[in-house]
T-cell receptor, first 112, second 114 residues
Framework: LAKTTQPISMDSYEGQEVNITCSHN???????ITWYQQFPSQGPRFIIQ???TKVTNEVASLFIPADRKSSTLSLPRVSLSDTAVYYC?????????????FGGGTRVLVKP | NAGVMQNPRHLVRRRGQEARLRCSPM?????VYWYRQLPEEGLKFMVY????????ESGMPKERFSAEFPKEGPSILRIQQVVRGDSAAYFC????????????FGSGTRLTVV
């Protein structure tokens, strides 16, 4: 699985947009980019997944440039409840039997 | 449709005792994964099982740790003769084995060894 690099932490305020960039220079052709959210004392929760260009769902948007060596998770108008650790994972996570490799994640703190 | 169920949520064991952690996958999911998370760290893969088979145990410590997923009942992660370093959160995930959005995690079992 490709190694990922993301900022250790980010602070934001309620109502702002939060953008977290993840670097994955060694991404393979078959790899997808997946983001998970983890609250304290809970398991990771799937947020969004994409392969190229832009993906949007009710929670977030994922921007992937043409070379796919990085990706940006965008959380629009964050609230206090978005305070969590966000993990970027790269790999063929959709296939059966694939273990996930988590890095240290980005700790996002949303302030009032 | 219940999610991945793990129990107990919290488990306290004295050094040298055994810990048994249980995981019931989502309905229709036949693939189970166990992960361990130390404080302030990301999750680390331990083992991947299908019914009655261990498929990948490359992340399991060689001694004291074992896992099973019997034909009937939950998956069990067993830690024998626990030590303080085993204190961590243990998460189970399940997947149906197909599809892009396969993985669903449970809420974890927090093991404390005293």
């Amino acid at each position: 699985l490709a190694k990922t690099t993301q900022p250790i932490s980010m602070d934001s305020y309620e109502g702002q947009e939060v953008n977290i960039t993840c670097s994955h220079n060694n991404i393979a052709t078959n790899d997808y980019i997946t983001w998970y959210q983890q609250f304290p004392s809970q398991g990771p929760r799937f947020i969004i997944q994409g392969y190229k260009t832009k993906v949007t769902n009710e929670v977030a948007s994922l921007f992937i440039p043409a070379d796919r060596k990085s990706s940006t998770l965008s959380l629009p108008r964050v609230s206090l409840s978005d305070t969590a650790v966000y993990y970027c994972l790269v790999g063929d996570v959709g296939a059966a039997g694939n273990k996930l490799t988590f890095g240290g994640g980005t700790r996002v703190l949303v302030k009032p | 449709n219940a999610g991945v169920m793990q129990n107990p949520r919290h488990l306290v064991r004295r050094r040298g005792q055994e810990a048994r952690l249980r995981c019931s996958p989502m309905k229709g999911h036949s693939h189970v994964y166990w992960y361990r998370q130390l404080p302030e760290e990301g999750l680390k893969f331990m083992v991947y099982l299908q019914k009655e088979n261990i498929i990948d145990e490359s992340g399991m410590p060689k001694e004291r740790f074992s896992a099973e997923f019997p034909k009937e009942g939950p998956s069990i992660l067993r830690i024998q003769q626990v030590v303080r370093g085993d204190s961590a959160a243990y998460f189970c995930a399940s997947s149906p084995g197909t599809g892009v959005y396969g993985y669903t995690f449970g809420s974890g079992t927090r093991l404390t060894v005293v």
